[in-house]
T-cell receptor, first 117, second 113 residues
Framework: AQSVTQLGSHVSVSEGALVLLRCNYS??????LFWYVQYPNQGLQLLLK??????LVKGINGFEAEFKKSETSFHLTKPSAHMSDAAEYFC???????????????FGTGTRLTIIP | NAGVTQTPKFQVLKTGQSMTLQCAQD?????MSWYRQDPGMGLRLIHY???????DQGEVPNGYNVSRSTTEDFPLRLLSAAPSQTSVYFC????????????FGNGTRLTVT
């Protein structure tokens, strides 16, 4: 079975500072990994995805994430935080399995990012 | 381009009432799913479908029914609403490959009193 752990349910950073949101995954087969962002009262939007090509993945709004197989991690970073980055961020894993329903996407519990002016 | 459309946006039910949450997508996605979002618990999969006539249970299926008669539509039925079903419900769809990200609707906020 696959799972995702997001360390830190709340993260606060100052405007202009580095953003680091942590995600560790568990999967018995090579996974596909995603980061989503959710703004208040909205659905989830895809930030970026890892699909076994380059290990450093660039997404929208200046975010990027690095897939590290040895650490089973997929941490999300942004060099300089902006007020508009305040939102909730979800890491998710989708792994192929042999049985019906191998496309299921499993989410972490989310990290709420607050930007301090 | 509408994407994934959910209706209604808000709903209040009394315990024991039934209702259907609607979900439609116009991207010809084979895979459709329903999640519920609760504080501190992330998103949990209720039911999913990989094509018309094919559905299966997710993590938290009890109290919910689904069917998929067309590629476009995937309604979620609450049979007898309970306060524990107070939540925000999201419908999501994708192509049927593990590389494909899910596209989400804007959610339905349900309160059961």
């Amino acid at each position: 079975a696959q799972s995702v752990t997001q360390l830190g349910s709340h993260v606060s950073v100052s405007e202009g500072a580095l953003v680091l949101l942590r995600c560790n995954y568990s999967s018995s087969v090579p996974p596909y990994l995603f980061w989503y962002v959710q703004y208040p009262n909205q659905g989830l939007q895809l930030l970026l995805k890892y699909t076994s090509a380059a290990t450093l993945v660039k997404g929208i709004n200046g975010f990027e994430a690095e897939f590290k197989k040895s650490e089973t991690s997929f941490h999300l970073t942004k060099p300089s935080a902006h007020m508009s980055d305040a939102a909730e961020y979800f890491c998710a894993v989708r792994a192929p399995m042999s049985n019906f329903g191998n496309e299921k996407l499993t989410f972490g519990t989310g990290t709420r990012l607050t930007i301090i002016p | 381009n509408a994407g994934v459309t959910q209706t209604p946006k808000f709903q209040v039910l009394k315990t024991g009432q039934s209702m259907t949450l609607q979900c439609a997508q116009d991207m010809n996605h084979e895979y459709m799913s329903w999640y519920r979002q609760d504080p501190g618990m992330g998103l949990r999969l209720i039911h999913y479908s990989v094509g018309a006539g094919i559905t299966d249970q997710g993590e938290v299926p009890n109290g919910y029914n689904v069917s998929r008669s067309t590629t476009e539509d995937f309604p979620l039925r609450l049979l007898s609403a309970a306060p524990s079903q107070t939540s925000v419900y999201f419908c999501a769809s994708s192509y049927r490959t593990v590389r494909s990200p899910l596209h989400f609707g804007n959610g339905t906020r349900l309160t059961v009193t």
